[in-house]
């Protein structure tokens, strides 16, 4: 017989699993993980895990979901999170031959090219990770082939040229692996161009034409196209003046300092002309723009004019407008402890990203607070930190607020705990974090901590009973596989672009309960 004592004594909501940092946690489900690896997840070196562990666990979570999901995944992350290398290791898994898909299977790989691919980056991408041999194969198969082939006959000889940019593998790389059959006296002359066969001049798309006219007379207009194809030419203080004035607004922004290097803010005109086009709103809409990159771009930006400052302001105030405005009283924990303090795409050596988990999460916890005037920031680490945040002031001031703040170990559950100790009441918690909290957890052995709830769950279901219609965020920024918290009316979501602010604040405003409500989403919204 059962001791009744025993299993009496087990705590409602028993944690399940470790995080990274050896604190009490419960496990995702497969769906759950491989969504939050696939809008998180840039194989790179992260504080608790390293670019092959990602991998790894990627490649582990595949197979334990339908392939359909996976190709439902690997589309989301492209094209709501807008990632370059997860969804393209997706898309190679799916034309993998050392899978057991069915006839029906396979031809999910069909369906989600394109949706992936779309644009040469992602192809290479693509191309890469199968001559990685990573899912058994180096070589390209017939319909790999064909669908890289029929995204070329696609592209307009013009924007072929210009998305020629790129190495492993470059384009003539791309050409010799797939053998195009050009359909036009153009496209024959274009790829013979890149391969270094001989071609008929005349045949020449125009663009590169000008393109070898300016490189033989750097007097003539610059020809519209990447600068980063032009960057091995001898160019004067005036072609940058030129390029910067035909610049899209991505060009502007990721280029501040370029531009500041090459004398282009001597010229006032063309000053007013960069700042104008930043706080541009259709510009900012059409680009697609993604706060981190605006916030990135302020905190790269060298001895840039006051003027584009304030445009990188007002630029920000709009790219958030999506931020969802939430009824009552809101709670945001800003999670600002040291792993936070590694780089948001990983360790990538000289391509490491200044930007850091502790700069995205300043940058949700000032954006929720500006569009919310329930809002409360609470930022945290092993301890609470009592910071004034200016409500009339802009997102990226407050965010600098936050991101300054000294760092230290992680306690989710200490911000929760604070305002239970003040009885507080509210409809909603967001957690911005890396979910590895494990100051708060038992030193005992891990048999024993396992009884337990976490510490973040204890103090939610006490809040809860004092506010019974309150949902709670996890916000995962890192690839995990662990949360700190499960269960009704709390989302588990991950990614740090502007879709988690979609989803959340389908979550807040809807009557959905569900903690797989972030996959029912994916699973639903994606049609393959």
Known sequence: MANKNLFASMPKFASDSKNEAGGNAYSMNAKQALANYACTGCFGN??????????????????????????KVAVYSRK?????????????????????????????FRKTFFNVCDNMKMVRNFMQIIRSGVFGRKSFGTKPKQMINAWLDKQTDESLFRQSIGNSPSFAD????????????????LYAYFIGKKYSGEALPELVVEFENFKKDLSRNVPKIPFEMLT????????WLEIASKASWTQIVKNLNTFQRH???????????????????EEILSAKTFPYQLLSAFINAENIPDEIVLALHN????????????????????????SMRSSITGSRGTATSKMTCVHIAALVASAFFRRNLGAEVIPFSDKLYNVKLNRGGSIVENAKILYSLPSGGTNCSLPLKYINDMKAEGSTIIYISDNESFIDTDSNSYERRAQKATQTMEQWNIFKNRNKDAKLICNDIQPNITTQAKGKDILNIGGFNGQVFDVMANFINSNEKDNDAWVKQIDESVKI
């Not at 992260?46 to 190709?71: C, G, H, I, R």
């Not at 630029?315 to 405005?325: D, Y």
Request: proline share 4%.
């Open 174 to 189: 791309v050409i010799k692996m797939v053998h195009p059959r050009p359909s036009t006296e153009g496209r024959n002359a």
């Open 232 to 239: 091995a030419l001898q160019l004067t203080d005036n072609n």
């Open 46 to 71: 992260t504080f608790y895990t390293n670019a092959d562990d990602q991998l790894n666990k990627v490649m582990e979570l595949v197979q334990q979901v339908e392939p359909e999901f996976v190709a």
């Open 263 to 281: 004398n282009v803010y001597k010229n006032e005109n063309v000053v007013s002309f960069l700042a104008r086009k930043i706080a541009d709103r």
């Open 80 to 108: 709501n999170s807008y990632m370059k290398d997860m969804p393209a290791v997706l898309l190679a898994y799916l034309c993998s031959n050392q899978n057991s898909f069915s006839d029906k299977d396979k031809s999910l």
């Open 315 to 338: 630029a920000m105030e709009i790219s958030v407008e999506n931020i969802p405005e939430i009824k009552g009283k809101t709670f945001i924990f800003a999670d600002v402890s040291g």
